[in-house]
């Protein structure tokens, strides 16, 4: 079977850095990527990494390991309106199987 | 340019009757895909369509749901004799590659079966 693991929650402090994880177990794996949900809102695409090693776009970086198994998403300088669920989805062929989100908590 | 649209915005049906939601997708995108969101859940993958090739039903639940995509662009998605349990959020997403990575979605349809 195929499935993704992430933490369910996760809080941080406004203006730290936080990393969520996500583990995979998929036969056929092209990629990962992560995706971010407001309450109410429908999902945007933050990054994607086909290849091992960390992708940075601004404050979000994504990293993976293939032979791991295993991506991580690190949000720096946490601002306030970071505060959403967050998806990994992996590629396999034809589709995206998403994880069941973790919903990221900040404080002031 | 316009992003992915969706229609209705908020669906209230009887159980047992037959629904119809909408998706128009970005321009020029060739695949286009279907989720169910459940209220705190993930994204369930229903349904995927690459340009006129022969859908990926793999994802769908049941016979009662059906979808398809005309000239390549619109696509519905039925689902018929609704149950309470189809209570969802729908939603569509499409992407220039096949399949690609980076899915741009639409608000969704809030599907609601009393």
């Known amino acids: 079977g195929q499935s993704l693991e992430q933490p369910s929650e996760v809080t941080a402090v406004e203006g730290a850095i936080v990393q969520i994880n996500c583990t995979y177990q998929?036969?056929?794996?092209?990629?990962l990527s992560w995706y971010q949900q407001h309450d109410g809102g429908a999902p945007t695409f933050l990054s994607y990494?086909?290849?091992?090693g960390l992708e940075e776009t601004g404050r979000f970086s994504s990293f993976l390991s293939r032979s791991d198994s295993y991506g991580y998403l690190l949000l720096q300088e946490l601002q306030m309106k970071d505060s959403a669920s967050y998806f990994c989805?992996?590629?396999?062929?034809?589709?995206?199987?998403f994880g069941k989100g973790t919903r990221l908590h900040i404080l002031p | 340019g316009a992003g992915v649209s969706q229609s209705p915005s908020n669906k209230v049906t009887e159980k047992g009757k037959d629904v119809e939601l909408r998706c128009d997708p970005i321009?020029?995108?060739?695949?286009l895909y279907w989720y169910r969101q459940r209220l705190g859940q993930g994204l369930e993958f229903l349904i995927y369509?690459?340009?006129?090739?022969?859908?990926?039903k793999s994802g769908l639940p049941s016979d009662r749901f059906s979808a398809e995509r005309t000239g390549g662009s619109v696509s519905t998605l039925t689902i018929q004799r609704t149950q309470q349990e189809d209570s969802a959020v729908y939603l569509c997403?499409?992407?220039?590659?096949?399949?690609?990575?980076?899915?741009?979605f639409g608000p969704g349809t809030r599907l609601t079966v009393t």
């Open positions: 989805a992996v590629r396999l062929g034809d589709k995206i199987i």
């Open positions: 998929t036969s056929g794996f092209y990629g």
């Open positions: 990494n086909a290849l091992d």
């Open positions: 321009s020029g995108h060739t695949a």
């Open positions: 997403a499409s992407s220039a590659g096949s399949p690609g990575p980076e899915q741009y």
């Open positions: 369509f690459q340009g006129n090739s022969a859908p990926d």
